[in-house]
């Protein structure tokens, strides 16, 4: 089964202007992770659901949706 949470975290980033450089470093992993998550080629660790969240203004809920 195939999230569609790096979909929405490629559009929430894009939307609010970040880079996929900048996201890494405001969550403290790597470009290549992030660039992972938004090919759905990987999923963010749980631990930074919320951390995500927060900084796109959005509930948790809404990555996944």
Do not use: C
């Not at 090919?39 to 959005?58: G, M, W």
Request: aromatic fraction near 6%; glycine fraction near 4%.
């Amino acid at each position: 089964m195939i999230l569609p949470i790096g979909k929405n975290i490629k559009e929430l980033r894009t939307s609010s202007g970040l880079t996929q450089r900048a996201l890494a470093a405001s969550l403290k992993v790597s470009v290549q992770a992030v660039s992972k998550w938004e090919q759905e080629r990987s999923y963010p660790d749980v631990t930074l659901l919320p951390h995500i969240a927060k900084l796109f203004s959005v509930t948790i809920d809404r990555l996944f949706d």
